[in-house]
């Protein structure tokens, strides 16, 4: 090797110029990946939240109420106008109720009936008001689109042919008699 050569890459070597560019094209990956995720973390929780707050303001209602009996509509509305952060509650949410017996308890089918944009709108499964001192299942199934659908968290929640993801909600409440 020539001298001129060696003395080239012992400057090379020794040169520390553009080393935080290094650090930063290693790293900013990371925390910005990290960043997404809590961002789309964040909206999942606060939309769970708030679907669980609205059921349980629509069950509260049912069980207080003045001995009528709840209508699909009813419900549905309840629960949208107590979420508010769900977009388009009213297209997204499909809500499934049936009474149960105690004594022979059976619970709620374990695969969710929820809605899909890209089918044609199917009616509901099963919403069976209840009578007096019933034991009542409802569950609340929410479509909704991720924030970051290709990103980390977004990509790993099972999504339908439209891309929307998942949420669901369960409860058991007795109607109060009269």
Excluded at 7 to 12: M, P, T
Excluded at 52 to 80: F, N, W, Y
Excluded at 97 to 103: G, H, L, S, V
């Amino acid at each position: 090797m020539s001298l001129s050569f060696r003395n080239y890459l012992r400057r090379f070597r020794r040169d520390e110029t553009g080393t935080a560019s290094l650090e930063f094209v290693l790293v900013a990956p990371f925390f910005l990946g990290i960043m997404i995720f809590s961002i789309e973390m964040g909206f999942v929780t606060m939309r769970a939240t708030f679907l669980e707050r609205g059921l349980d303001m629509a069950v509260r209602e049912v069980r207080l109420g003045t001995g009528s009996v709840p209508q699909h509509d009813e419900i549905k509305q309840i629960i949208c106008d107590n979420s508010i952060i769900i977009n388009d509650c009213a297209n997204n949410l499909r809500l499934e109720m049936r009474p149960a017996d105690i004594r022979n308890f059976s619970a709620l089918d374990q695969t969710a009936d929820c809605t899909d944009q890209a089918e044609p709108s199917k009616p509901v499964r099963e919403f069976t008001p209840g009578q007096q001192n019933e034991l009542m299942l409802l569950r609340a199934c929410l479509k909704y689109n991720p924030l970051f659908p290709t990103y980390i968290l977004g990509s790993r929640l099972i999504n339908d042919s439209s891309g929307q993801a998942t949420l669901i909600a369960n409860t058991a409440f007795v109607q109060e008699p009269i």
